[in-house]
C-alpha cells in the first residue's frame, strides 16, 4: 500500500533553515501529485505547497512564497521541502499527502489527497 513518512523536522532559529523530506513506498513517485500541508498548535491545518504530476505545476502559498522551495528525486521516491529564511509563524508539524489520479494537479487542496504522512515538527524559535 501507499506509504509516506515525513522527516527532517526540529529546532531553528528565525532565519535558519530546514530541508524535510517525504519518503515514499508502494507508488510510482513521478505518477502522484505531492501536496505539503501544516498545522499549528491550536490552529486547522493550511497549505504549503503542492507539486503535480505534470509539467511540473508547483503551489506555494503566499505566506512561504520566495522562502520555501518543493522538489522532488524519483529515483529516491523522495519529494523535499526547502525551507529558508524561517520564521516563528512557521512553527507547525508538516505533512506531506499524495494522490494518484489527477484530481490534485490543479491546487493545493487538502481534500484531493488520499494518503497522508505521520507529520514532523518543525519549532523556529530564539
Known amino acids: 500500500q501507499v506509504q509516506l513518512v515525513e522527516s527532517g523536522g526540529g529546532l531553528v532559529q528565525p532565519g535558519g533553515s530546514l530541508t524535510l523530506s517525504c519518503a515514499g513506498s508502494?507508488?510510482?513517485?513521478?505518477?502522484?501529485?505531492i501536496g505539503w500541508f501544516r498545522q499549528a498548535a491550536g490552529k486547522e491545518r493550511e497549505a504549503v505547497a503542492c507539486s503535480s504530476t505534470s509539467y511540473g505545476t508547483i503551489y506555494y502559498a503566499d505566506s512561504v512564497k520566495g522562502r520555501f522551495t518543493v522538489s522532488r528525486h524519483n529515483r529516491k521516491r523522495t519529494v523535499y521541502l526547502r525551507m529558508t529564511s524561517l520564521k516563528p509563524e512557521d512553527t507547525a508539524v508538516y505533512y506531506c499527502?499524495?494522490?494518484?489520479?489527477?484530481?490534485?494537479?490543479?491546487?493545493?487542496?487538502?481534500?484531493?489527497?488520499?494518503?497522508w504522512g505521520q507529520g514532523t515538527q518543525v519549532t523556529v524559535s530564539s
Open positions: 508502494g507508488f510510482i513517485l513521478e505518477d502522484y501529485a
Open positions: 499527502a499524495a494522490e494518484g489520479l489527477g484530481l490534485a494537479d490543479g491546487g493545493c487542496n487538502e481534500n484531493d489527497y488520499d494518503y
